[in-house]
């Protein structure tokens, strides 16, 4: 059921981002669904607790969907959000508190203090390998970056997969290193 609630609230503050944003950008379909699989699927083969890593999956980029604060500090501002979107059902402190660390620490791997934190970061990465189209739509668009930037682009790829954490490295290895080969070999 709070996975449900959590999701109502998600999915209404991304039709208003959409409805707000000049290109119509949907955030749900193009990145935090694509989280949400990923996350789960690291969760089932780290032994994470799934039903954090989910809710926290779909609340990572909160901040970004409620256009509060900037790109920067979108982690610390989500945090927050989450905690009161949270905080509105009977959830109890530490699983809340487990939740929030997830939002907060997602930026990368690096942050990560437990499993579930790991895989949301880690997923949040793997799910721009889910939808190449909006790495590049987000790139030429919000970027404004143009067909000289290939450097720019491939760089781009390269920072994400340095951000993994060391197991989903080798993970994802065979997987980078075919996107690498068919977009920029
Ligand atoms: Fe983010
Ligand atoms: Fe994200």
């Known amino acids: 059921?709070?996975?449900?609630?959590?999701?109502?609230?998600?999915?209404?503050?991304?039709?208003?981002?959409?409805?707000?944003?000049?290109?119509?950008?949907?955030?749900?379909?193009?990145?935090?669904?694509?989280?949400?699989?990923?996350?789960?699927?690291?969760?089932?083969?780290?032994?994470?607790?799934?039903?954090?890593?989910?809710?926290?999956?779909?609340?990572?980029?909160?901040?970004?969907?409620?256009?509060?604060?900037?790109?920067?500090?979108?982690?610390?501002?989500?945090?927050?959000?989450?905690?009161?979107?949270?905080?509105?059902?009977?959830?109890?402190?530490?699983?809340?508190?487990?939740?929030?660390?997830?939002?907060?620490?997602?930026?990368?791997?690096?942050y990560a203090e437990n499993i579930e934190e790991l895989c949301v970061a880690d997923a949040d990465i793997i799910a721009h390998f889910d939808n190449i189209p909006m790495i590049f739509f987000k790139s030429f668009t919000w970027g404004k970056m143009t067909l000289n930037d290939k450097d720019k682009l491939i760089q781009g790829f390269q920072n994400d997969y340095e951000d993994l954490s060391e197991r989903s490295k080798k993970e994802f290895k065979p997987r980078y290193e075919n996107i690498m080969q068919v977009l920029f070999k």
Not at 73 to 90: F, Q, R, T, W
């Open 1 to 110: 059921m709070l996975i449900k609630n959590i999701k109502d609230e998600v999915l209404d503050l991304n039709e208003k981002y959409k409805k707000s944003a000049e290109d119509g950008y949907d955030f749900w379909e193009n990145h935090v669904k694509h989280v949400v699989k990923e996350s789960l699927l690291l969760a089932e083969k780290y032994g994470a607790d799934k039903e954090i890593v989910e809710i926290a999956a779909m609340l990572h980029d909160i901040a970004l969907m409620s256009n509060v604060g900037t790109k920067a500090d979108h982690n610390v501002n989500g945090a927050k959000i989450a905690e009161e979107i949270l905080s509105k059902y009977n959830v109890e402190k530490s699983k809340k508190e487990r939740i929030v660390g997830c939002v907060l620490h997602h930026r990368a791997s690096k």
